[in-house]
Structure formats: structure tokens, C-alpha cells
């Protein structure tokens, strides 16, 4: 028997748990060209503003050390043009749409949450709080209390679900992760990048304009795995993993951690057909060792006392 390789998030169905990572994939025309975008659980598009941006001078993206540094600056076309053109792309695909949003004051969260309302093929919206809240100077996602009134704020006007994406530079992401579990988000998402940095030791100037970026790729996999395993331990909402995952093996220890689905990120710029060959080995898995679904092995993981 095939193992059942699909998975429900906040009473939404996904054909199989492999999402693609903001970001790393626009808005799917690229990897559509690749395979058959149907083949995903889900997309989840470059993060949309309400303006399009051009983002940073390069170079924006550098090598790391097993992984990547970017400071892209959330290039994108806006929301106007993702409506027009992006989201009707997406409509003939047989897979699950989540639109990354992000903005510098709390209202453009709303403002974007609002306009994707009427776009049925927005199945969910995952709200990137990466980046500095002007009103508040700092970043939402490392500040329980503007994270809560964020995601209360979105939830008011979108009717489908709402996925808070946490940032892993905090101190404790469990207090993030319950206080977007307070405002009513549907699902959680982690982790964004870490930040880092790398410099030219010929010129002394970092390799990134932006001077600092953000650090992903399998570098940061254990990073990923710990913030999981806690962050499932302190909330009841589904958890979505992200960070370093290139194979099978890598999906089966974000499950056992706690998460119920992934995302897929720079292992795309190295491999596009991953997440093709991902889900082949893990039918295989599943189905050596008798297991009827994934679902099961979510928050399996044995702890030591
Ligand atoms: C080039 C690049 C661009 C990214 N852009 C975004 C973005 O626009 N919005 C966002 O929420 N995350 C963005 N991310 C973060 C990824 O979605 C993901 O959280 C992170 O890279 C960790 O996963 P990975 O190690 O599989 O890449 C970006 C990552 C990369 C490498």
C-alpha cells in the first residue's frame, strides 16, 4: 500500500507535506518550468508588499559555509501585480497557495491581508514579521505583544487561515510563538533566517551591501530542529518547519520534532527538483518501516529525562 503522504493544517488539506519556501521560488514561474508545480503540497510566494520594492544593490546574496547569506530587502512586485498576474499563474496548479506578506507599519499587514481577501486562490497567508516595524522600531516578530496584535489585527479582516512566521533571533520563540497562538493564528511557521555576516578580507567590506544578511541553508537544520521541538511543546496550533531541509531524512526529524508540514528553501537554489525526489524517499521510508501516513510521526521524537 502507498503511503498517505497528505496533511491537514488548520482544516485546510495538502496533497503532501512539502511546501516551497518564501522567497526562494518568486512566485512559481521559474520552478514551473522545472516539474509540475502540482506536485507540491504548497507554494508559498515571495513576500509581497504594498509598493513594489526593488530591494538591495548587490550583490544581496553570498556563499556561507554549508549555506547561504542573502540581504535581498524583499524585492517584489506589489501587491497590485501580484493580484493582475502572479495569483492567476498559480490558478491551473493543483496545490495549496500561501501569500508571505510583510510591511513596516502594523496597518499594511491589514491593508494586504484585506486586498488578497477576494483572491479565493490565496488559500492562506503567512505573515513574514522579519523585518522593522517603523511605529515600534524593532522587528514584529521579537515582540510578543506587537506579534499578538498583529496577528489579531490580520485575522479580523481575512476569512482563511493565518500562519504567524517566526523569526529565530529572539531570545525565547516559545514566548513569540504563544502570543501569535493568543492573536489567533492558525498555524506557525519557523524559522526565518539567523542573521549573519561575512566580510572580503582583500577590501575589509562585507560581502553583502546591506553589510549583515540572513544565514539559511543546512547550516542552520539543527538551529531549526531545537526551535521546533520547543515551540511544539508550547503551543497546540500546527507547526510548519523550515531551515536547511535538503532530503528525506531531514523531513522525518522536523516531523519527529513536532512539525505536521515543511518548506523547502535554499536546497531549491542547489537542487530544484528536490522536493520531487524528497517525497519519492519518503514514500519508501514510510512504507519499509509500515507506516500507513506521515501524520503519526509528527512530535514522535523520544527524549532523553
Ligand atoms: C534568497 C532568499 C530569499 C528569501 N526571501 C524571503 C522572503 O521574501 N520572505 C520570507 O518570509 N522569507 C524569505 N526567506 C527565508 C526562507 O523562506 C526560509 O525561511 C529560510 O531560508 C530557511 O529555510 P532554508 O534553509 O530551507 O532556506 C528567503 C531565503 C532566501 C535564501
Not at 34 to 38: E, G, K
Given at each position: 500500500?502507498?503511503?498517505?503522504?497528505?496533511?491537514?493544517?488548520?482544516?485546510?488539506?495538502?496533497?503532501?507535506?512539502?511546501?516551497?519556501?518564501?522567497?526562494?521560488?518568486g512566485?512559481?514561474?521559474?520552478?514551473?518550468d522545472?516539474?509540475?508545480?502540482?506536485e507540491?503540497?504548497?507554494?508559498?510566494?515571495?513576500?509581497?508588499?504594498?509598493?513594489?520594492?526593488?530591494?538591495?544593490?548587490?550583490?544581496?546574496?553570498?556563499?556561507?559555509?554549508?549555506?547561504?547569506?542573502?540581504?535581498?530587502?524583499?524585492?517584489?512586485?506589489?501587491?497590485d501585480?501580484?493580484?493582475?498576474?502572479?495569483?492567476?499563474?498559480?490558478?491551473?496548479?493543483?496545490?495549496r497557495?500561501?501569500?508571505n506578506?510583510?510591511?513596516?507599519?502594523?496597518?499594511?499587514?491589514?491593508?494586504?491581508?484585506?486586498?488578497?481577501?477576494?483572491?479565493?486562490?490565496?488559500?492562506?497567508?503567512?505573515?513574514?514579521?522579519?523585518?522593522?516595524?517603523?511605529?515600534?522600531g524593532?522587528?514584529?516578530?521579537?515582540?510578543?505583544?506587537?506579534?499578538?496584535?498583529?496577528?489579531?489585527?490580520v485575522?479580523?479582516?481575512?476569512?482563511?487561515?493565518?500562519?504567524?512566521?517566526?523569526?529565530p533571533?529572539?531570545?525565547?520563540?516559545?514566548?513569540?510563538?504563544?502570543?501569535?497562538?493568543?492573536?489567533?493564528?492558525?498555524?506557525?511557521?519557523?524559522i526565518?533566517?539567523?542573521v549573519?555576516?561575512?566580510?572580503?578580507?582583500?577590501?575589509?567590506?562585507?560581502?553583502?551591501?546591506?553589510?549583515?544578511?540572513?544565514?539559511?541553508?543546512?547550516?542552520i537544520?539543527?538551529?531549526?530542529?531545537?526551535?521546533?521541538?520547543?515551540?511544539?511543546?508550547?503551543?497546540?496550533?500546527?507547526?510548519?518547519?523550515?531551515?536547511?531541509?535538503?532530503?528525506?531524512?531531514?523531513?522525518?526529524?522536523?516531523?519527529?520534532?513536532?512539525?505536521?508540514?515543511?518548506?523547502?528553501?535554499?536546497?531549491?537554489?542547489?537542487?530544484?527538483?528536490?522536493?520531487?525526489?524528497?517525497?519519492k524517499d519518503?514514500?519508501?521510508?514510510?512504507?519499509?518501516?509500515?507506516?500507513?501516513?506521515?501524520?503519526?510521526?509528527?512530535?514522535?521524537?523520544?527524549?532523553?529525562q
Open positions: 500500500m502507498t503511503p498517505d503522504l497528505s496533511v491537514e493544517i488548520a482544516g485546510t488539506k495538502f496533497n503532501n507535506p512539502i511546501l516551497t519556501a518564501s522567497g526562494t521560488c512566485y512559481g514561474e521559474e520552478l514551473a522545472v516539474f509540475n508545480l502540482s507540491l503540497g504548497g507554494i508559498v510566494t515571495k513576500t509581497i508588499t504594498l509598493m513594489p520594492r526593488a530591494g538591495h544593490p548587490p550583490p544581496r546574496i553570498a556563499e556561507a559555509s554549508a549555506g547561504m547569506l542573502n540581504a535581498i530587502g524583499l524585492a517584489n512586485v506589489g501587491v501585480r501580484f493580484i493582475e498576474e502572479k495569483l492567476p499563474f498559480l490558478e491551473k496548479y493543483d496545490t497557495v500561501v501569500v506578506i510583510a510591511g513596516w507599519r502594523m496597518k499594511d499587514y491589514v491593508d494586504l491581508a484585506a486586498r488578497l481577501t477576494d483572491c479565493q486562490r490565496a488559500d492562506m497567508v503567512e505573515l513574514n514579521f522579519s523585518c522593522p516595524n517603523v511605529e515600534m524593532m522587528e514584529i516578530a521579537t515582540n510578543a505583544a506587537l506579534a499578538e496584535k498583529a496577528v489579531a489585527a485575522k479580523k479582516v481575512f476569512p482563511r487561515p493565518v500562519i504567524a512566521k517566526l523569526s533571533n529572539v531570545t525565547d520563540i516559545a514566548e513569540i510563538a504563544r502570543a501569535c497562538e493568543a492573536g489567533g493564528a492558525d498555524a506557525l511557521s519557523l526565518n533566517t539567523l549573519g555576516m561575512a566580510v572580503d578580507i582583500e577590501t575589509y567590506y562585507p560581502r553583502l551591501t546591506n553589510n549583515t544578511g540572513g544565514l539559511s541553508g543546512p547550516a537544520k539543527p538551529v531549526a530542529l531545537a526551535m521546533v521541538h520547543k515551540v511544539y511543546q508550547a503551543v497546540e496550533i500546527p507547526i510548519i518547519g523550515i531551515g536547511g531541509i535538503a532530503d528525506y531524512g531531514d523531513v522525518i526529524e522536523f516531523f519527529l520534532c513536532g512539525a505536521a508540514a515543511v518548506q523547502i528553501g535554499t536546497s531549491l537554489f542547489v537542487e530544484p527538483t528536490a522536493p520531487i525526489k524528497i517525497m519518503l514514500k519508501k521510508y514510510l512504507s519499509e518501516r509500515g507506516l500507513r501516513n506521515i501524520r503519526e510521526l509528527t512530535g514522535q521524537v523520544r527524549t532523553y
